[in-house]
């Protein structure tokens, strides 16, 4: 639990929602490729959402686009791209104006020659009669043959009104060339150029307009090599680009395990996974980049991010690997006024959660910021593709309100005292660690409650006890009835955050004879019940007892208990539910420092 994140973030959260199915979860692959844009067209009309995925023959589709006209909440199937599902391409895009210019090319984890790995560009016009976009024909931009293959198209338009398409085409020696096309005359027709670099392996990289200039930032699969880049002025002959340097020292992983966009400053923002596998960040002024700021340490061959900017704020989205919970959790991060916020986790199910994608800008003042990602039980399983979002207050053009609940100081969770992820094979009981009330048993991932009973199913770590401190678990109770955790138990008495089948959660003191009196109760920030997330209680001081609830990382309650039956000293931590069949998994106790 991180409680800085509430006073930076200020953004509440929402649980998943499926948009569409996918053979598998890497549906928004390529990372660096811009899969989604948003329209307004005006005319009375809300703005429309086009995204294109590669369905690779879920619903018997190939590249599609899906459209959405109430702010990417909901999509409907809108038109075919490129319906050939046996031939995975994906799609780059941008809006211009009330059209949508976009190119597309094959995309899989291998690339081999074939004469079938073209890149094509094509215009999807608005027509305001109907409210809808249509196709013109796709225009071959680069022609493979049987000795040679493209891919990882990347397409871009200057302040000029140029297009520019970048690809890499495969060499005999099993390196890349960077190749490069542009259109002066709006599509219509296109220039090959001089190449842009060449790399020992295959390569990824972005194209990107900064106000008036592009930018070219590009590196190899499994090269610890430096990241190197060019730039052109808008202003310079079409043909003049300048020398390759290197953009920083260390490379990109796969050269293309990143996301960026424009700053509106004439810079642009680049988060990227190293060859090490970690997540950073690094600012582009218009001629340098500067220092990485490392956002995620933990390393994953799947990790991936996704940015948006809304005014002069960045979101952040990637996806972290949790064993504990067999899978993988969404996080998100804020850039603000040169600082990241602390990462708050959007989705804690435990399943696969393969390559984010966003738009790369929201208008300021908007309200929601959402994510896109694929899910499914494992990488190579059939899925969906998913939207979860946050919530930003002030449309990150503001700077955040500031919480009304939280004092000026918290404590912070310091020494670890006790862990359990539940992973051990399947058992009647949760081990020697746990003294129980009720049934629990372990299947090989979680603990999981086994009996209906108004006494209720407590579990309590013995390795736990303390006074100051806090417990925290995943739990997913189905909506059915109410579960949560426990400090301070001695016996029955007890301090408990309880998720309640509405939704809502409160927090409670439990006398010895089993009943309660609820001192606190506030919505948990999810959207439905029957989701699992990541619930925190902390306890702290004696006279009076402070006590804070958090749900994914998000403080959402905050009371303070001055009764005479204030529970004053130490107990243990643990679980509760009054019904059989209630998930738990990664619990974890910490002591508080003293704020």
């Given at each position: 639990?991180?409680?800085?994140?509430?006073?930076?973030?200020?953004?509440?959260?929402?649980?998943?929602?499926?948009?569409?199915?996918?053979?598998?979860?890497?549906?928004?692959?390529?990372?660096?490729?811009?899969?989604?844009?948003?329209?307004?067209?005006?005319?009375?009309?809300?703005?429309?959402?086009?995204?294109?995925?590669?369905?690779?023959?879920?619903?018997?589709?190939?590249?599609?686009?899906?459209?959405?006209?109430?702010?990417?909440?909901?999509?409907?199937?809108?038109?075919?791209?490129?319906?050939?599902?046996?031939?995975?391409?994906?799609?780059?895009?941008?809006?211009?104006?009330?059209?949508?210019?976009?190119?597309?090319?094959?995309?899989?984890?291998?690339?081999?020659?074939?004469?079938?790995?073209?890149?094509?560009?094509?215009?999807?016009?608005?027509?305001?009669?109907?409210?809808?976009?249509?196709?013109?024909?796709?225009?071959?931009?680069?022609?493979?043959?049987?000795?040679?293959?493209?891919?990882?198209?990347?397409?871009?338009?200057?302040?000029?009104?140029?297009?520019?398409?970048?690809?890499?085409?495969?060499?005999?020696?099993?390196?890349?060339?960077?190749?490069?096309?542009?259109?002066?005359?709006?599509?219509?027709?296109?220039?090959?150029?001089?190449?842009?670099?060449?790399?020992?392996?295959?390569?990824?990289?972005?194209?990107?307009?900064?106000?008036?200039?592009?930018?070219?930032?590009?590196?190899?699969?499994?090269?610890?090599?430096?990241?190197?880049?060019?730039?052109?002025?808008?202003?310079?002959?079409?043909?003049?680009?300048?020398?390759?340097?290197?953009?920083?020292?260390?490379?990109?992983?796969?050269?293309?395990?990143?996301?960026?966009?424009?700053?509106?400053?004439?810079?642009?923002?680049?988060?990227?996974?190293?060859?090490?596998?970690?997540?950073?960040?690094?600012?582009?002024?218009?001629?340098?980049?500067?220092?990485?700021?490392?956002?995620?340490?933990?390393?994953?061959?799947?990790?991936?991010?996704?940015?948006?900017?809304?005014?002069?704020t960045l979101y952040v989205f990637y996806n972290v690997m949790r064993q504990s919970i067999g899978g993988y959790e969404i996080h998100a991060?804020?850039?603000r006024d040169g600082k990241f916020s602390e990462p708050v986790v959007l989705d804690t199910k435990g399943t696969y959660k393969g390559y984010?994608?966003?738009?790369?800008?929201?208008?300021?003042?908007?309200?929601?910021?959402?994510?896109?990602?694929?899910?499914?039980?494992?990488?190579?399983?059939?899925?969906?593709?998913?939207?979860?979002?946050?919530?930003a207050r002030g449309g990150g053009s503001e700077p955040p309100p500031p919480p009304s609940a939280p004092p000026e100081e918290l404590p912070?969770?310091?020494?670890?005292?006790?862990?359990?992820?539940?992973?051990?094979?399947?058992?009647?009981?949760?081990?020697?660690?746990?003294?129980?009330?009720?049934?629990?048993?372990?299947?090989?991932?979680?603990?999981?409650?086994?009996?209906?009973?108004?006494?209720?199913?407590?579990?309590?770590?013995?390795?736990?006890?303390?006074?100051?401190?806090?417990?925290?678990?995943?739990?997913?109770?189905?909506?059915?009835?109410?579960?949560?955790?426990?400090?301070?138990?001695?016996?029955?008495?007890?301090?408990?955050?309880?998720?309640?089948?509405?939704?809502?959660?409160?927090?409670?003191?439990?006398?010895?004879?089993?009943?309660?009196?609820?001192?606190?109760?506030?919505?948990?920030?999810?959207?439905?019940?029957?989701?699992?997330?990541?619930?925190?209680?902390?306890?702290?001081?004696?006279?009076?007892?402070?006590?804070?609830?958090?749900?994914?990382?998000?403080?959402?309650?905050?009371?303070?208990?001055?009764?005479?039956?204030?529970?004053?000293?130490?107990?243990?931590?643990?679980?509760?539910?009054?019904?059989?069949?209630?998930?738990?998994?990664?619990?974890?106790?910490?002591?508080?420092?003293?704020?």
């Amino acid at each position: 639990m991180i409680w800085s994140s509430v006073a930076v973030i200020a953004a509440v959260l929402a649980s998943t929602t499926p948009v569409m199915p996918v053979r598998v979860g890497n549906a928004l692959t390529l990372p660096a490729q811009r899969h989604a844009v948003r329209i307004d067209t005006g005319g009375g009309h809300a703005p429309t959402w086009l995204l294109a995925i590669q369905q690779e023959g879920a619903d018997g589709r190939g590249l599609s686009f899906y459209r959405s006209d109430d702010e990417g909440r909901t999509f409907r199937y809108a038109a075919p791209i490129q319906p050939d599902a046996s031939h995975a391409d994906r799609a780059d895009l941008i809006a211009v104006g009330k059209d949508v210019a976009l190119v597309y090319s094959w995309e899989a984890p291998s690339l081999k020659a074939s004469s079938r790995h073209d890149v094509y560009f094509q215009w999807w016009r608005y027509r305001a009669g109907t409210h809808d976009w249509a196709p013109e024909p796709a225009v071959r931009i680069f022609n493979a043959d049987d000795s040679t293959a493209y891919t990882r198209a990347l397409l871009a338009r200057d302040s000029k009104g140029r297009l520019w398409v970048q690809a890499f085409r495969l060499e005999s020696d099993g390196g890349s060339t960077a190749v490069l096309s542009v259109s002066t005359d709006g599509g219509s027709n296109f220039e090959r150029q001089a190449n842009l670099g060449r790399v020992k392996r295959r390569g990824g990289g972005r194209l990107l307009s900064v106000g008036s200039k592009l930018v070219f930032v590009y590196a190899m699969h499994d090269g610890f090599e430096p990241t190197r880049m060019r730039l052109r002025d808008d202003d310079a002959p079409v043909e003049a680009w300048g020398s390759v340097k290197d953009a920083f020292s260390d490379g990109i992983y796969h050269g293309a395990a990143l996301s960026a966009v424009a700053d509106g400053k004439g810079g642009m923002h680049l988060v990227y996974k190293d060859e090490t596998e970690r997540l950073y960040h690094r600012h582009f002024d218009g001629s340098t980049f500067g220092s990485r700021t490392l956002l995620e340490s933990s390393r994953d061959w799947a990790m991936q991010s996704a940015v948006t900017r809304v005014g002069d704020t960045l979101y952040v989205f990637y996806n972290v690997m949790r064993q504990s919970i067999g899978g993988y959790e969404i996080h998100a991060r804020t850039l603000r006024d040169g600082k990241f916020s602390e990462p708050v986790v959007l989705d804690t199910k435990g399943t696969y959660k393969g390559y984010p994608n966003a738009l790369e800008t929201l208008p300021a003042g908007a309200t929601e910021v959402p994510c896109f990602f694929g899910e499914a039980p494992d990488d190579n399983s059939r899925g969906h593709m998913v939207r979860v979002k946050l919530e930003a207050r002030g449309g990150g053009s503001e700077p955040p309100p500031p919480p009304s609940a939280p004092p000026e100081e918290l404590p912070s969770p310091g020494k670890e005292l006790f862990r359990d992820g539940f992973s051990r094979s399947s058992s009647n009981s949760l081990g020697s660690d746990w003294s129980l009330k009720g049934l629990w048993l372990t299947n090989g991932k979680r603990a999981v409650s086994d009996l209906d009973t108004s006494r209720g199913n407590q579990a309590l770590a013995s390795p736990s006890r303390c006074r100051d401190c806090q417990v925290e678990a995943w739990l997913q109770a189905f909506a059915v009835d109410e579960a949560g955790v426990v400090l301070r138990a001695q016996g029955q008495a007890a301090y408990a955050l309880v998720y309640l089948p509405s939704g809502r959660i409160q927090i409670r003191r439990y006398r010895e004879d089993g009943s309660h009196t609820v001192l606190g109760e506030a919505s948990s920030g999810q959207s439905s019940a029957r989701e699992g997330a990541l619930f925190t209680l902390a306890a702290w001081g004696s006279g009076p007892v402070r006590l804070a609830a958090s749900v994914n990382g998000q403080v959402r309650l905050m009371v303070t208990d001055t009764s005479s039956s204030a529970l004053k000293s130490e107990g243990l931590a643990g679980l509760y539910t009054p019904i059989a069949g209630v998930w738990f998994d990664d619990f974890r106790v910490r002591e508080l420092e003293e704020p």
